[in-house]
């Protein structure tokens, strides 16, 4: 009976968790597209996501686009496919690794600070000052978030694939010895227009679910310094879970059989 | 007190799982009054101010602003009853991201919709109303003192000139000198504006200093109210213990929650 109760109440407790979830992502969605919109917020956001991220998305996006070039000519060389590289690089970046990676790199950073900046908000008293100012807190402090985040990832990822590709290129080219021109045709040729869509339209999801996490784990931090931490350990984990998640289901909705 | 308050809490129930916190409050606050709040640690001064402020939704009672009923308003609505409220914190509550005459004029520019050129005047006029300087608004609340924050912090709350100024333990954390400055200047700051407040506070010394009239919080309920000369002869054991801060007697201290 001890036993069923245990499962019960974590159940009630999960079940609790996602209704709050929800409510949040309504409010938040619902605060981000009515006006008034703070653009010097968003402004702020969009700095933060996008422009001070390129720096450490640029640099995994290069060393994955290396080593992928890398790893597919050892495994294709087993059955002569090297001729491949080139198409196999661009598809996997445009694609996955370049939307993928990158958002894990923006969660880890953004989604972090962001649920430490609202958490820390919180246990200051900062947020119910924002209430006694008349001010939303979740307009305010959420709102530019998701709009930000949405926003600056496609743009993220967009630099990310391009220097994904060139990565590719610099080992096809200098290490494996690849004719220049006839790798930069093999990637032209075999890359279509859905390719690189379907990467942004990932990237703006996962956009949206860093900032929802970071945003949402920070709002409902609670018990100080302690409290803050979790806050920010919970923002990385759930949006990082989240992002494989969404991105095999789009994956499925862009690429999976009919 | 007029015969219309301009607080009036009615029955005002505030539980957290089984621990009731507030058990049937009633409080009326007149016009142009200045009601402090005293009570132990954790008898629940600050649910009570956070509840009349609309942070934390109470099970049951009334609260009415001006006679309006407040509790279970819309939050469009409770945006509109805000602008009557100016708060000073416990730590200040400054936002870390804004510059200190920022913080100072943020109810004017999100609230009052006052562009930042119109602002920054009245910001620097409130700053210099607690004593400080115009070059203090463009430091980072980072960069102030404990006394410093407290006076920004008061700043900000009258800078939109409120109809009701809160207090939330204004002087804890400060030394002597500065409390008493402190208090002086939230005398000063709401006889100037006319405002009605409200302060939450277990510093007697405050408490007698700010106060037209003291209420005693305890057990979930107002179990004395007076004019602040009473204080010191209160018919009210749990009074008089608690404003000569003895040990001994009906107030037993809770060592866990």
């Known amino acids: 009976m001890n036993f069923l109760a245990i499962i019960g109440r974590v159940f009630l407790g999960f079940l609790g968790a996602i209704g709050r979830l929800t409510l949040f992502t309504i409010r938040a969605v619902v605060h981000a597209v009515a006006p008034p919109w703070y653009f010097r917020q968003i402004g702020r956001q969009m700095l933060e996501i996008g422009y001070f991220s390129l720096p450490v998305v640029g640099l995994t996006a290069l060393f994955t686009g290396m080593v992928l070039a890398l790893q597919s000519y050892t495994g294709f060389a087993r059955f002569s496919a090297e001729s491949a590289v080139a198409t196999v690089v661009v598809l996997s970046v445009t694609r996955e690794l370049g939307p993928v990676i990158a958002a894990l790199m923006v969660a880890g950073r953004v989604g972090a600070a962001m649920a430490a900046e609202i958490g820390t908000m919180r246990v200051t008293e900062q947020i119910d000052a924002l209430v006694t100012l008349s001010t939303d807190p979740q307009k305010y402090l959420v709102g530019p978030r998701l709009t930000a985040g949405l926003l600056m990832l496609p743009c993220l990822v967009l630099i990310a694939d391009i220097i994904g590709v060139f990565g590719g290129y610099l080992v096809g080219v200098y290490k494996l010895g690849f004719n220049p021109a006839a790798y930069l045709k093999r990637t032209y040729d075999y890359l279509t227009f859905d390719d690189v869509y379907s990467g942004l339209v990932k990237s703006a999801v996962f956009g949206f679910l860093i900032s929802l996490m970071g945003c949402y784990h920070g709002y409902h931090s609670e018990g100080g310094a302690q409290g803050v931490g979790r806050a920010t350990t919970n923002a990385v984990v759930s949006a990082s879970i989240l992002i494989l998640v969404f991105d095999y289901v789009l994956t499925q909705i862009f690429f999976g059989p009919k | ?257």
């Not at chain 2, 956070?50 to 309006?68: N, T, V």
């Not at chain 2, 404990?146 to 939330?168: C, H, Q, T, Y």
Request: hydrophobic share 45%.
């Open chain 2, 1 to 257: 007190m007029s015969a219309a308050p301009k607080i009036s809490i009615r029955g005002l129930k505030k539980y957290f799982g089984r621990k009731k916190v507030l058990d049937g409050v009633d409080l009326d606050v007149g016009v142009g009054e200045s009601v402090v709040v005293i009570g132990g640690s954790g008898s629940g001064k600050s649910v009570l101010l956070k509840c009349i402020l609309g942070l934390l939704p109470p099970e049951a009672g009334s609260i009415k602003i001006d006679g309006e009923e407040v509790v279970g308003i819309s939050s469009s609505e409770r945006e509109r009853v805000n602008r009557k409220f100016g708060m000073l914190f416990q730590g200040a509550a400054l936002f870390d991201s804004l510059s200190v005459w920022e913080n100072v004029a943020f109810g004017l520019i999100q609230a009052h919709g006052m562009s930042k050129a119109e602002a920054k005047p009245i910001a620097i006029q409130n700053l210099a109303a607690v004593g400080l300087t115009p070059d203090v608004g463009d430091l980072s609340p980072a960069e102030l003192s404990g006394g410093m924050k407290k006076r920004v912090g008061l700043a900000r709350a009258i800078a939109s000139r409120p109809e009701i100024i809160f207090f939330d333990e204004p002087t804890t954390g400060l030394d002597p000198i500065m409390s008493d400055v402190i208090d002086k200047l939230i005398v000063k700051c709401v006889k100037e504006l006319g405002a009605t407040a409200v302060s939450i506070t277990h510093d007697m010394k405050s408490a007698r200093h700010i106060a037209n009239r003291i209420a005693m919080l305890y057990g979930g309920k107002i179990i004395w109210t007076g004019p602040v000369a009473d204080i010191e002869r209160a018919p009210n054991e749990y009074v008089d213990q608690f404003v000569h801060g003895r040990a001994e007697g009906p107030i037993q201290m809770q060592v866990r929650a």
